[in-house]
């Protein structure tokens, strides 16, 4: 299996820009998670989806970010417009399970975004 | 407010030393995870414990969740500069797919 996929793997973009994450969660996982992680804050859940339905976004900033998840095996964060602030690594990981019978979340390499 | 407090959050060692890296919680741990980091990458998933008093081990790395289920300690034995990284704990407080992280410590090994 070829594991939680990214792309891209580094972004580098001006402030306003709009700027878009894709995430590919491993085949037969029925959970996706957005986490941002920088070093003040550490790393935040944004948002998760459970069945390509999106379950909890109070973790997601403010309006200028959205996440989608149209099928199974796809999601995208966006940022738009971006701002200097929203400079992080941002990680998607998937899991299979629900409630108690949660396993472990597996992580993607992240994604590295600069917002100039 | 941190739900999940890590300490310390940043350690140096030597090489060969053992230590050891604690989670807390205010509340009932119902999964604790155990990830390691290394710098500019990403998580690399080590242990999960579920029930109260579970110990695992994973090559010189153990973890333990203690019997009130609020407390966990990875405790690294002979350390080795491969065991440098950030180590994160993770954990499912509400019995849903939401894993809430510390912030991390920081482990540096000095050769």
């Known amino acids: 299996d070829a594991g939680v996929i990214q792309s891209p793997r580094h972004e580098v973009t001006e402030m306003g820009q709009e700027v878009t994450l894709r995430c590919k969660p491993i085949?037969?996982?029925?959970?996706l998670f957005w986490y941002r992680q920088t070093m003040m804050r550490g790393l935040e859940l944004l948002i998760y989806?459970?069945?390509?339905?999106?379950?909890?976004d109070s973790g997601m900033p403010e309006d200028r970010f959205s996440a989608k998840m149209p099928n199974a095996s796809f999601s995208t964060l966006k940022i738009q417009p971006s701002e200097p602030r929203d400079s992080a690594v941002y990680f998607c990981?998937?899991?299979?399970?629900?409630?108690?019978?949660?396993?472990?979340?597996?992580f993607g390499p992240g994604t590295r975004l600069l917002v100039l | 407010s941190q739900e999940l407090e890590q300490s310390p959050q940043s350690l140096i060692v030597q090489e060969g030393k053992n230590l050891t890296i604690n989670c807390t919680s205010s509340?009932?741990?119902?999964?604790l995870y155990w990830y390691k980091q290394k710098y500019g990458e990403g998580l690399i998933f080590l242990m999960m414990?579920?029930?109260?008093?579970e110990e695992k081990s994973h090559e010189k790395i153990t973890a333990k969740l203690d019997e009130k289920k609020q407390q966990s300690s990875l405790h690294i034995t002979a350390s080795q500069p491969s065991h440098a990284g950030i180590y994160l704990c993770?954990?499912?407080?509400?019995?849903?797919?939401?894993?809430?992280f510390g912030k991390g410590t920081r482990l540096h090994i000095l050769p």
């Open positions: 990981a998937s899991s299979l399970g629900q409630g108690a019978q949660i396993e472990t979340q597996y």
């Open positions: 085949s037969g996982h029925n959970s």
């Open positions: 989806f459970n069945n390509n339905v999106p379950i909890d």
């Open positions: 509340k009932t741990l119902y999964g």
């Open positions: 414990l579920q029930k109260g008093g």
């Open positions: 993770g954990a499912d407080m509400n019995r849903d797919d939401k894993i809430i």
